[in-house]
């Protein structure tokens, strides 16, 4: 299995990635356009942290780092982007499973606070959550769409890690520098 693994290089763990990252933002937008969900807020900023981790790995397949520091510069990058997403994910489920009576009261609008407000207060405000976050519009399986979303997080992090045990699994004409 770890030969297997230090076989792949640095292009295909982000490919791979790539290719999940878009499969991630199809069935997203997918349930939006066709299915007629409308993302909150949280929704959003895990779609950024998708489309994140997507950018990461489509410059780290491009660019082919040949030595273990390009490979651990990308791995860390797109593993931040995942992290994020998978923590606002989390946060996400919380507020799903708060009682009616602790669930905060919807906010405005993101387009409204992203027009008046400075992005720190956005992100603050977004972060603490909102009435329309907490509600739970579609179940699979008895699992809501934050949860599906952190399950689609936490294999995306495969790819990260990948790309860190090809680069120091032992190989043949890796180097630390490109």
Not at 27 to 48: D, T, Y
Not at 89 to 94: D, E, M, N, Y
């Amino acid at each position: 299995m770890i030969t297997n693994i230090a076989r792949l290089g640095v292009r295909h763990w982000a490919l791979a990635g790539l290719a999940f990252s878009v499969l991630m933002m199809a069935v997203a937008l997918g349930l939006e356009h066709l299915g007629g969900l409308e993302p909150c807020p949280l929704c959003i900023f895990q779609r950024v942290a998708v489309l994140t981790a997507a950018a990461v790995f489509l410059v780290a397949a491009i660019h082919n780092p040949g030595g273990r520091l390009g490979a651990a510069v990308y791995a860390g990058l797109s593993l931040a982007a995942v992290a994020s997403g998978a923590g606002v994910a989390s946060r996400h489920l919380w507020l799903q499973s708060l009682p009616a009576d602790e669930v905060p009261v919807c906010g405005p609008g993101l387009d409204y606070m992203i027009d008046i407000l400075p992005l720190r207060e956005v992100v603050e405000m977004v972060l603490s959550g909102s009435g329309e976050c907490a509600e739970i519009d579609f179940l699979l399986l008895g699992i809501s769409l934050p949860g599906w979303t952190l399950i689609g997080f936490l294999i995306l992090a495969l790819a990260p890690l990948g790309m860190l045990a090809s680069a120091f699994l032992e190989r043949p004409g890796y180097r630390w520098i490109d």
